[in-house]
């Protein structure tokens, strides 16, 4: 079965650190690209960051450029996002999903997510 | 920055037909997929490329797009559709994501 499990999140102080990880299995990896999104509670989707299948092409989200860094691992089926300078807003469940992988467009595969609490 | 515009909720009778709108610049000029996500799950793909179906998503299901609106419909809404519901578009190199719409199936 097509599957991503996301892992890294939990309770980080303002300023704090953390790194978020996808791991995928049931499908060829290196063939998709990947994207982070977000959703903080109580409130709609965000789009975070985009990362083409072989890692090359990256976007982010404007609001969070400099602090976020999208990376992948294709020999470990991996996908990463590490997060610095962290802020109270940035608390949101954090999903990792595919695009295209099923389909021919769309974010078509999305993990369970994995929650990031920012708070002292 | 581009923006996608839903209504904030829309009710419908168990039978009859939902339908949602997402309305931006010159959407029509994009592809729009739409999402739904029901309460602590992970979203769903049920449109892509306005109105394409992917595998497993009933028929009842269905999307257009046109001018600045895409319309997702649902015909003969079941009590299991009720959810939030995300239209999405790329503008340039983001992703982006309408408000959502809560459908509430009375």
């Known amino acids: 079965d097509v599957q991503l499990v996301e892992s890294g999140g939990g309770l980080v102080q303002p300023g704090g650190s953390l790194r978020l990880s996808c791991v995928a299995s049931g499908f060829t990896f290196s063939s998709y690209e990947m994207n982070w999104f977000r959703q903080a509670p109580g409130k709609g989707l965000e789009w975070v960051s985009y990362?083409?299948?072989?890692?090359?092409?990256?976007y982010y989200a404007d609001s969070l450029k400099g602090r976020f860094t999208i990376s992948r691992d294709n020999a470990k089926n991996s996908l990463f996002l590490q997060m610095i300078s962290l802020r109270a807003d940035d608390t949101a469940v954090y999903y990792c999903?595919?695009?295209?992988?099923?389909?021919?467009?769309?974010?078509?595969?999305w993990g369970h997510g994995t929650i990031v609490t920012v708070s002292s | 920055s581009y923006e996608l515009t839903q209504p904030l909720s829309v009710s419908v009778s168990p039978g009859q037909t939902a339908t949602i709108t997402c309305s931006g610049h010159?959407?029509?000029?994009?592809?729009v997929c739409w999402y739904q996500q029901k309460s602590g799950q992970s979203p769903v793909l049920v449109i892509h490329?306005?109105?394409k179906r992917p595998a497993g998503i009933p028929e009842r299901f269905s999307g257009s797009n046109s001018g600045n609106t895409a319309t997702l419909t649902i015909s003969g809404t079941q009590a299991m559709d009720e959810a939030d519901y995300y239209c999405q578009a790329w503008e340039s190199t983001s992703v982006v994501f309408g408000g959502g719409t809560k459908l509430t199936v009375l």
């Open positions: 999903a595919s695009r295209a992988l099923t389909t021919s467009d769309g974010f078509d595969v």
């Open positions: 990362i083409g299948s072989n890692g090359i092409s990256i």
């Open positions: 010159e959407l029509g000029e994009k592809y």
């Open positions: 490329q306005d109105d």
